[in-house]
């Protein structure tokens, strides 16, 4: 099984920056898609960023621009530069990633999630 652990998250002021890292371990598929949701206070989980074997990225509207995967082929680790952060990024931090297993079935693995709180 895959296990994720993220880290990086914590307290920091509008405008600030912060950079989260995923650490992912056990064995992963060369057909994956890592990346990050959060879960914003009375919000429902919305995906971030994710990034894709391959090379391929995505990012949500409302981080586009502000928001970025640097690590885009690393099978081992992820990571998300988060900048000019806003008191609305506020939020649990998912990491996840996606394997492709036989048959085309596909199994999701999350981390335990990363705290970032940004306010003045």
């Known amino acids: 099984q895959v296990q994720l652990v993220e880290s990086g998250g914590g307290l920091v002021q509008p405008g600030g920056s912060l950079r989260l890292s995923c650490a992912a371990s056990?064995?992963?598929?060369?057909?994956?898609?890592m990346g990050w949701y959060r879960q914003n206070p009375g919000k429902p989980r919305e995906l971030v960023a994710a990034?894709?074997?391959?090379?391929?990225?995505h990012y949500a509207d409302s981080v586009k621009g502000r928001f970025t995967v640097p690590s885009v082929g690393a099978k081992n680790t992820v990571y998300l530069h988060m900048t000019n952060l806003k008191p609305e990024d506020t939020a649990i931090y998912y990491c996840?990633?996606?394997?492709?297993?036989?048959?085309?079935?596909?199994?999701?693995?999350w981390g335990r999630g990363t705290q970032v709180t940004v306010s003045s």
């Open positions: 996840f990633c996606t394997v492709v297993e036989t048959k085309g079935l596909s199994t999701t693995y």
């Open positions: 056990g064995s992963i598929s060369s057909t994956y898609t």
């Open positions: 990034a894709a074997s391959g090379g391929s990225t």
